[in-house]
């Protein structure tokens, strides 16, 4: 039995509110958001919709820069 995380950058939907939230912030948070869900290793597989090039280029540049499993507290220091 294994773990399968579903919707895993959020469909976008916290992209959107954060877009709304906060207009000026062009952080990328995809990436963050990606790594997040990698890292945790309980997650045996993590489902990731792509809907152009843009995001599959995207998701495999945070793939090719992810060396090994990063920490909770690595994320946080990284992205908080």
Known sequence: ???VT???LTASVFQRWHAAVRPGDDFDYS???L???LSNNLVDV???GM???DEV???LAVLRNLEGRMSLEDI????V
Do not use: C, I, P, T
């Open 1 to 3: 039995m294994g773990v």
């Open 6 to 8: 579903m919707r895993s």
């Open 76 to 79: 946080h220091e990284k992205y």
């Open 46 to 48: 993590a489902l990731v």
């Open 35 to 37: 790594q997040f869900v």
């Open 51 to 53: 809907r152009n090039r």
């Open 57 to 59: 280029d995207q998701n």
């Open 31 to 33: 990436a963050g958001l």
